[in-house]
T-cell receptor, first 112, second 113 residues
Framework: KQEVTQIPAALSVPEGENLVLNCSFT??????LQWFRQDPGKGLTSLLL?????REQTSGRLNASLDKSSGRSTLYIAASQPGDSATYLC???????????FGKGTKLSVIP | NAGVTQTPKFQVLKTGQSMTLQCAQDMNHNSMYWYRQDPGMGLRLIYY???????DKGEVPNGYNVSRLNKREFSLRLESAAPSQTSVYFC????????????FGPGTRLTVL
């Protein structure tokens, strides 16, 4: 059974810092990996999706990488802003299934 | 283009009551999903519908039923609510029959007393 772990559970950084969020998964036979953002009391917003054949995806200040062989993904946020404060969720799509397996998230606080 | 919409936003039930959570998407997506989110547990898949007319169980289907009413709508029914079903419920949709980018609704916060 796929397990997804996100470390740390919470992270606090000063505004302007570059930061990395980590995601690890136990089964490397994945179809894709998706990073989401969740604001308090809100739904999930898709940030980036990486197919299993890709190594990274970029959108604005965000860059997500995928290393299937080691079972790891990172989300890099450049020049963090207070508006980036949210919980970031990593979700792994399994090959041959419709199910996404979610990590428990990293709660990010960017201090002005 | 509203994306994925869910009703109601909040609901309080007593143990044993029934209710239906509604979900609709206007993105012409084939696949739709119901998840629940609990503190310390992350999001877990309850049921999904790969295409109109089909539904399948996810990780935690017990106590729930679903109906894919048409391509746009996918409802989740609790026949006899239990306190263990207190959770935030999210509906999602995706554009193809495999795990492509999923778009989530704003959620329904359900409390069962």
């Amino acid at each position: 059974k796929q397990e997804v772990t996100q470390i740390p559970a919470a992270l606090s950084v000063p505004e302007g810092e570059n930061l990395v969020l980590n995601c690890s998964f136990t089964d490397s036979a994945i179809y894709n990996l998706q990073w989401f953002r969740q604001d308090p009391g809100k739904g999930l917003t898709s940030l980036l999706l990486i197919q299993s054949s890709q190594r990274e995806q970029t959108s604005g200040r965000l860059n997500a990488s995928l290393d299937k062989s080691s079972g790891r993904s990172t989300l890099y946020i450049a020049a963090s802003q207070p508006g980036d404060s949210a919980t970031y969720l990593c979700a792994v799509g399994g090959a041959g299934s419709y199910q996404l397996t979610f990590g428990k998230g990293t709660k990010l606080s960017v201090i002005p | 283009n509203a994306g994925v919409t869910q009703t109601p936003k909040f609901q309080v039930l007593k143990t044993g009551q029934s209710m239906t959570l509604q979900c609709a998407q206007d993105m012409n997506h084939n696949s739709m999903y119901w998840y629940r989110q609990d503190p310390g547990m992350g999001l877990r898949l309850i049921y999904y519908s790969a295409s109109e007319g089909t539904t399948d169980k996810g990780e935690v289907p017990n106590g729930y039923n679903v109906s894919r009413l048409n391509k746009r709508e996918f409802s989740l029914r609790l026949e006899s609510a239990a306190p263990s079903q207190t959770s935030v419920y999210f509906c999602a949709s995706s554009g193809e029959t495999r795990d492509k980018t999923k778009y989530f609704g704003p959620g329904t916060r359900l409390t069962v007393l």
